[in-house]
Protein backbone atom coordinates (compact mmCIF):
# COMPACT_ATOMS: atom_id res chain seq x y z
CA UNK A 1 0.00 0.00 0.00
CA UNK A 2 1.17 3.24 -1.04
CA UNK A 3 -0.24 6.44 0.38
CA UNK A 4 0.69 10.15 -0.50
CA UNK A 5 -0.23 13.71 0.20
CA UNK A 6 0.08 14.28 3.83
CA UNK A 7 1.15 14.00 7.02
CA UNK A 8 0.62 12.00 10.28
CA UNK A 9 -2.17 9.95 12.01
CA UNK A 10 -4.58 11.58 13.68
CA UNK A 11 -2.34 15.28 13.94
CA UNK A 12 -3.72 18.17 14.26
CA UNK A 13 -1.67 21.13 11.84
CA UNK A 14 -2.10 24.71 12.02
CA UNK A 15 -1.87 26.09 8.17
CA UNK A 16 -1.34 30.09 8.82
CA UNK A 17 0.57 32.97 7.93
CA UNK A 18 4.59 33.30 9.61
CA UNK A 19 3.88 36.46 11.47
CA UNK A 20 1.39 36.33 14.89
CA UNK A 21 -1.86 38.34 14.39
CA UNK A 22 -4.63 39.42 16.31
CA UNK A 23 -6.85 37.50 15.72
CA UNK A 24 -4.41 34.07 15.49
CA UNK A 25 -4.39 31.11 17.38
CA UNK A 26 -2.52 27.77 18.28
CA UNK A 27 -3.96 24.07 18.00
CA UNK A 28 -3.84 24.36 21.67
CA UNK A 29 -6.51 26.81 21.49
CA UNK A 30 -8.53 24.01 20.39
CA UNK A 31 -8.06 21.82 23.40
CA UNK A 32 -10.86 23.67 25.50
CA UNK A 33 -12.97 21.76 27.47
CA UNK A 34 -15.40 24.31 26.82
CA UNK A 35 -15.43 23.81 22.99
CA UNK A 36 -18.37 21.76 21.75
CA UNK A 37 -17.69 18.49 19.80
CA UNK A 38 -18.69 16.76 16.75
CA UNK A 39 -18.22 13.27 15.14
CA UNK A 40 -17.64 12.56 11.50
CA UNK A 41 -17.88 8.80 10.61
CA UNK A 42 -18.58 7.18 7.57
CA UNK A 43 -16.98 4.51 5.05
CA UNK A 44 -14.65 4.40 1.91
CA UNK A 45 -14.72 2.07 -0.42
CA UNK A 46 -13.06 1.97 -4.13
CA UNK A 47 -13.48 0.14 -7.19
CA UNK A 48 -11.07 -2.57 -7.34
CA UNK A 49 -12.21 -3.71 -10.51
CA UNK A 50 -12.79 -6.60 -13.00
CA UNK A 51 -13.20 -9.90 -11.53
CA UNK A 52 -14.62 -13.14 -12.60
CA UNK A 53 -17.09 -15.21 -10.16
CA UNK A 54 -17.49 -18.93 -9.43
CA UNK A 55 -19.38 -19.52 -12.51
CA UNK A 56 -16.66 -17.98 -14.96
CA UNK A 57 -18.86 -14.11 -15.44
CA UNK A 58 -16.92 -11.36 -15.68
CA UNK A 59 -18.05 -8.25 -13.47
CA UNK A 60 -15.64 -5.01 -14.51
CA UNK A 61 -17.25 -3.47 -11.24
CA UNK A 62 -16.14 -4.32 -7.62
CA UNK A 63 -16.11 -1.83 -4.68
CA UNK A 64 -14.19 -3.16 -1.17
CA UNK A 65 -13.06 -1.70 1.70
CA UNK A 66 -10.08 0.69 1.01
CA UNK A 67 -8.63 -0.29 4.57
CA UNK A 68 -5.61 1.82 5.09
CA UNK A 69 -6.18 4.79 3.43
CA UNK A 70 -6.62 8.06 4.73
CA UNK A 71 -9.60 10.70 5.29
CA UNK A 72 -8.74 14.27 5.87
CA UNK A 73 -10.95 16.50 7.60
CA UNK A 74 -10.74 20.70 7.49
CA UNK A 75 -12.16 23.45 9.13
CA UNK A 76 -11.46 26.81 8.61
CA UNK A 77 -10.08 28.95 11.38
CA UNK A 78 -12.06 31.47 10.35
CA UNK A 79 -15.22 29.23 12.27
CA UNK A 80 -13.21 29.30 15.36
CA UNK A 81 -11.96 33.38 15.44
CA UNK A 82 -13.55 35.47 12.74
CA UNK A 83 -10.76 36.96 10.75
CA UNK A 84 -8.58 33.83 11.39
CA UNK A 85 -6.59 32.74 7.93
CA UNK A 86 -5.96 29.16 7.05
CA UNK A 87 -7.53 25.71 7.69
CA UNK A 88 -7.06 22.86 10.79
CA UNK A 89 -7.00 19.53 9.47
CA UNK A 90 -7.21 16.28 11.26
CA UNK A 91 -6.53 13.22 9.67
CA UNK A 92 -8.65 9.76 10.24
CA UNK A 93 -7.69 6.19 9.58
CA UNK A 94 -9.89 4.08 7.26
CA UNK A 95 -10.35 0.32 9.50
CA UNK A 96 -10.09 -3.10 7.64
CA UNK A 97 -14.01 -2.48 7.10
CA UNK A 98 -13.53 0.66 5.24
CA UNK A 99 -15.00 3.05 8.18
CA UNK A 100 -13.58 5.84 10.09
CA UNK A 101 -14.61 8.10 12.71
CA UNK A 102 -13.20 11.03 14.21
CA UNK A 103 -14.35 13.20 16.92
CA UNK A 104 -13.02 17.10 16.82
CA UNK A 105 -13.50 20.46 18.33
CA UNK A 106 -16.32 22.61 17.39
CA UNK A 107 -17.28 26.28 17.31
CA UNK A 108 -20.12 27.92 19.44
CA UNK A 109 -21.76 28.22 16.21
CA UNK A 110 -22.73 26.29 13.38
CA UNK A 111 -19.49 24.46 12.33
CA UNK A 112 -18.72 23.51 8.19
CA UNK A 113 -16.64 20.53 8.39
CA UNK A 114 -15.31 19.22 5.12
CA UNK A 115 -13.82 15.52 4.61
CA UNK A 116 -12.01 14.45 2.07
CA UNK A 117 -10.29 10.82 1.07
CA UNK A 118 -6.87 11.89 0.63
CA UNK A 119 -5.93 10.34 -3.02
CA UNK A 120 -4.31 6.81 -2.93
CA UNK A 121 -2.77 4.20 -5.14
CA UNK A 122 -3.93 0.70 -5.12
CA UNK A 123 -4.12 -1.98 -7.66
CA UNK A 124 -6.40 -2.58 -10.66
CA UNK A 125 -7.85 -4.80 -12.58
CA UNK A 126 -9.77 -3.94 -15.90
CA UNK A 127 -11.02 -6.64 -18.93
CA UNK A 128 -9.12 -5.93 -21.98
CA UNK A 129 -8.85 -8.13 -25.05
CA UNK A 130 -10.50 -11.07 -23.17
CA UNK A 131 -8.57 -11.00 -20.17
CA UNK A 132 -8.39 -9.33 -16.81
CA UNK A 133 -5.08 -7.41 -16.75
CA UNK A 134 -4.00 -5.65 -13.69
CA UNK A 135 -2.95 -2.26 -13.28
CA UNK A 136 -0.53 -2.36 -9.79
CA UNK A 137 -0.01 1.61 -8.96
CA UNK A 138 -3.66 2.75 -10.17
CA UNK A 139 -4.12 6.03 -8.84
CA UNK A 140 -7.71 6.44 -7.27
CA UNK A 141 -8.73 10.14 -7.07
CA UNK A 142 -12.03 10.07 -8.59
CA UNK A 143 -15.35 10.51 -5.77
CA UNK A 144 -12.56 11.78 -2.80
CA UNK A 145 -14.91 14.95 -2.14
CA UNK A 146 -14.94 17.15 -0.35
CA UNK A 147 -18.05 16.73 1.44
CA UNK A 148 -19.30 19.40 3.36
CA UNK A 149 -22.12 19.20 6.48
CA UNK A 150 -22.52 21.90 8.96
CA UNK A 151 -22.00 20.33 12.76
CA UNK A 152 -23.63 21.48 16.10
CA UNK A 153 -22.56 20.45 19.56
CA UNK A 154 -22.94 16.48 20.09
CA UNK A 155 -23.31 15.85 16.23
CA UNK A 156 -22.53 12.75 14.38
CA UNK A 157 -22.33 13.02 10.80
CA UNK A 158 -21.95 10.53 8.41
CA UNK A 159 -19.88 10.75 5.26
CA UNK A 160 -19.87 8.40 2.90
CA UNK A 161 -17.12 7.69 -0.54
CA UNK A 162 -16.89 5.34 -3.37
CA UNK A 163 -13.70 6.01 -5.34
CA UNK A 164 -12.70 5.33 -8.48
CA UNK A 165 -9.63 5.25 -11.09
CA UNK A 166 -9.47 6.23 -14.04
CA UNK A 167 -6.56 4.14 -15.31
CA UNK A 168 -6.35 1.96 -18.42
CA UNK A 169 -4.39 0.02 -20.44
CA UNK A 170 -5.57 0.68 -23.74
CA UNK A 171 -2.78 1.06 -25.48
CA UNK A 172 0.97 -0.23 -25.27
CA UNK A 173 3.70 1.28 -23.45
CA UNK A 174 6.74 -0.18 -24.55
CA UNK A 175 8.85 2.72 -24.72
CA UNK A 176 11.50 4.23 -22.50
CA UNK A 177 13.12 7.53 -21.58
CA UNK A 178 15.46 8.04 -18.34
CA UNK A 179 14.35 11.24 -15.96
CA UNK A 180 16.71 12.20 -13.45
CA UNK A 181 17.31 14.67 -10.83
CA UNK A 182 18.42 16.16 -7.42
CA UNK A 183 15.89 16.73 -4.55
CA UNK A 184 17.24 19.21 -1.58
CA UNK A 185 16.07 21.12 1.49
CA UNK A 186 16.23 24.12 3.03
CA UNK A 187 18.63 23.71 6.38
CA UNK A 188 21.17 25.68 7.84
CA UNK A 189 24.60 25.16 7.41
CA UNK A 190 27.45 25.74 9.72
CA UNK A 191 29.83 27.96 8.11
CA UNK A 192 32.66 28.98 10.36
CA UNK A 193 31.11 30.49 13.65
CA UNK A 194 28.00 31.28 12.19
CA UNK A 195 25.25 29.93 9.89
CA UNK A 196 24.07 30.04 6.54
CA UNK A 197 20.80 28.58 4.91
CA UNK A 198 21.66 26.34 1.93
CA UNK A 199 19.54 24.25 -0.06
CA UNK A 200 21.37 20.84 0.53
CA UNK A 201 20.98 17.14 0.06
CA UNK A 202 19.08 15.35 3.45
CA UNK A 203 19.93 12.11 4.74
CA UNK A 204 15.67 10.48 4.48
CA UNK A 205 15.08 9.34 1.14
CA UNK A 206 12.27 11.14 -0.35
CA UNK A 207 9.68 9.09 -2.22
CA UNK A 208 8.73 10.06 -5.37
CA UNK A 209 5.82 9.85 -7.79
CA UNK A 210 6.16 10.36 -11.84
CA UNK A 211 2.92 10.46 -13.96
CA UNK A 212 2.63 10.72 -17.66
CA UNK A 213 -0.45 12.34 -19.30
CA UNK A 214 -0.97 12.43 -23.32
CA UNK A 215 -2.89 13.89 -25.19
CA UNK A 216 -4.87 13.45 -28.38
CA UNK A 217 -4.99 15.32 -31.73
CA UNK A 218 -7.50 17.44 -30.50
CA UNK A 219 -5.59 18.18 -27.23
CA UNK A 220 -8.51 16.20 -25.29
CA UNK A 221 -6.43 13.54 -22.01
CA UNK A 222 -6.16 10.49 -23.42
CA UNK A 223 -4.08 8.21 -21.10
CA UNK A 224 -2.31 8.32 -18.21
CA UNK A 225 0.51 6.22 -16.77
CA UNK A 226 1.95 6.59 -13.24
CA UNK A 227 5.43 4.89 -11.71
CA UNK A 228 5.34 4.86 -7.90
CA UNK A 229 7.94 3.26 -5.79
CA UNK A 230 10.92 5.88 -6.88
CA UNK A 231 13.30 7.07 -4.02
CA UNK A 232 16.42 9.25 -3.87
CA UNK A 233 19.71 8.52 -2.84
CA UNK A 234 21.58 9.75 0.59
CA UNK A 235 22.67 12.60 -1.86
CA UNK A 236 19.23 13.45 -2.83
CA UNK A 237 19.55 12.64 -6.18
CA UNK A 238 17.22 10.34 -8.36
CA UNK A 239 17.12 8.19 -11.64
CA UNK A 240 14.35 6.46 -13.14
CA UNK A 241 13.20 4.88 -16.54
CA UNK A 242 9.61 6.30 -17.26
CA UNK A 243 7.14 4.15 -20.06
CA UNK A 244 6.18 6.10 -22.96
CA UNK A 245 3.58 4.50 -25.99
CA UNK A 246 4.56 3.41 -28.87
CA UNK A 247 3.48 6.10 -31.22
CA UNK A 248 4.62 8.94 -28.89
CA UNK A 249 6.65 10.45 -31.69
CA UNK A 250 3.77 10.80 -33.76
CA UNK A 251 1.73 12.72 -31.38
CA UNK A 252 0.62 16.39 -32.30
CA UNK A 253 0.87 17.23 -28.45
CA UNK A 254 4.07 15.85 -26.74
CA UNK A 255 3.83 13.79 -23.69
CA UNK A 256 4.23 15.44 -19.96
CA UNK A 257 5.72 14.54 -16.97
CA UNK A 258 5.11 15.51 -13.60
CA UNK A 259 6.80 14.35 -10.54
CA UNK A 260 5.91 14.72 -6.92
CA UNK A 261 7.58 14.16 -3.92
CA UNK A 262 5.63 12.98 -0.60
CA UNK A 263 4.89 14.80 2.16
CA UNK A 264 7.08 14.66 5.61
CA UNK A 265 6.69 15.78 8.45
CA UNK A 266 9.68 16.24 10.93
CA UNK A 267 9.45 16.47 14.83
CA UNK A 268 12.96 16.93 15.19
CA UNK A 269 13.76 20.11 13.06
CA UNK A 270 16.34 22.42 14.64
CA UNK A 271 16.24 26.20 14.46
CA UNK A 272 18.75 28.55 14.97
CA UNK A 273 18.34 32.13 16.77
CA UNK A 274 21.10 34.73 17.60
CA UNK A 275 21.41 36.79 20.79
CA UNK A 276 23.02 39.99 20.20
CA UNK A 277 24.35 40.77 23.63
CA UNK A 278 25.72 37.30 24.28
CA UNK A 279 26.95 37.71 20.83
CA UNK A 280 26.22 33.29 20.89
CA UNK A 281 24.03 31.42 18.76
CA UNK A 282 21.17 29.24 20.29
CA UNK A 283 19.14 26.12 18.91
CA UNK A 284 15.53 25.12 19.50
CA UNK A 285 13.58 22.32 18.46
CA UNK A 286 10.18 22.16 16.19
CA UNK A 287 7.69 20.51 14.26
CA UNK A 288 8.02 21.14 10.41
CA UNK A 289 6.17 19.77 7.23
CA UNK A 290 8.52 19.39 4.08
CA UNK A 291 5.50 19.72 1.35
CA UNK A 292 4.57 18.17 -1.36
CA UNK A 293 6.42 19.48 -4.19
CA UNK A 294 4.76 19.22 -8.33
CA UNK A 295 7.49 19.97 -11.16
CA UNK A 296 6.58 19.30 -14.63
CA UNK A 297 8.78 18.51 -18.13
CA UNK A 298 7.67 18.21 -21.72
CA UNK A 299 9.36 15.34 -23.39
CA UNK A 300 10.70 16.56 -26.59
CA UNK A 301 11.68 14.11 -29.70
CA UNK A 302 15.31 13.50 -28.89
CA UNK A 303 14.43 12.40 -25.34
CA UNK A 304 15.15 8.75 -26.56
CA UNK A 305 18.59 9.47 -26.34
CA UNK A 306 19.07 12.22 -24.07
CA UNK A 307 17.32 12.05 -20.94
CA UNK A 308 15.37 14.30 -19.01
CA UNK A 309 16.74 16.03 -16.53
CA UNK A 310 14.76 18.71 -13.82
CA UNK A 311 17.87 19.58 -12.07
CA UNK A 312 17.39 20.61 -8.43
CA UNK A 313 13.88 20.23 -6.91
CA UNK A 314 14.16 22.48 -3.36
CA UNK A 315 11.49 21.30 -0.77
CA UNK A 316 10.63 24.36 1.70
CA UNK A 317 9.97 23.34 5.43
CA UNK A 318 6.83 25.28 6.63
CA UNK A 319 6.68 25.47 10.46
CA UNK A 320 3.58 23.50 11.95
CA UNK A 321 3.04 25.51 15.34
CA UNK A 322 4.69 29.00 17.15
CA UNK A 323 3.56 28.26 20.54
CA UNK A 324 7.07 28.21 22.82
CA UNK A 325 9.40 28.81 19.88
CA UNK A 326 11.77 32.20 19.49
CA UNK A 327 12.14 34.56 17.02
CA UNK A 328 8.35 33.75 14.82
CA UNK A 329 7.04 36.74 16.07
CA UNK A 330 6.00 35.22 19.90
CA UNK A 331 5.91 38.88 22.06
CA UNK A 332 6.42 36.46 25.48
CA UNK A 333 9.61 35.30 24.11
CA UNK A 334 11.07 37.64 21.36
CA UNK A 335 13.25 40.05 23.03
CA UNK A 336 14.58 43.33 21.67
CA UNK A 337 18.13 41.86 21.91
CA UNK A 338 17.39 38.94 19.72
CA UNK A 339 17.90 38.52 15.77
CA UNK A 340 15.57 36.07 14.59
CA UNK A 341 16.58 33.49 11.97
CA UNK A 342 13.70 30.98 11.99
CA UNK A 343 11.16 31.99 9.32
CA UNK A 344 10.02 34.70 7.14
CA UNK A 345 7.47 34.90 4.64
CA UNK A 346 7.82 30.98 4.78
CA UNK A 347 11.20 31.10 4.05
CA UNK A 348 14.23 30.09 6.43
CA UNK A 349 15.66 33.90 7.16
CA UNK A 350 19.40 34.95 8.27
CA UNK A 351 18.70 38.50 8.15
CA UNK A 352 15.15 39.67 10.09
CA UNK A 353 15.69 41.14 12.96
CA UNK A 354 12.71 42.10 15.61
Known amino acids: MRKCFLIATAAIMLVGCEKQEQSEFSSND ?44 EVSNADYIAGSAGDQIFIADV ?96 NGGDYDVKNVANENKWDITCKVSTWDDNGDSYMDYTKTGIKTNADGE ?14 TFMPMLKISTTPVLDNSFVGRYYIIADTQWKSQTCSVLYPSVNKTLNVTVNNDVVPLNY ?12 TGLKGIGNPA ?5 MMTLLYNQGALNTTWYW
Open 333 to 337: VDLDD
Open 95 to 190: DDNGKFSYTLPLSLAATNVRVSVIPFYAEKKVYSAGAIVSIPDALYSNGVGPIVKALTNKDVKTYDFNVTSDATVTEKMSKSVTVNGRILVQQWVK
Open 30 to 73: LKNEALPQGTVVGTVKYDAGAYKDSKGVIFEENFVPAKGQQVKI
Open 238 to 251: FSFTINLPDNWKDM
Open 311 to 322: GDIVIYPELQDK
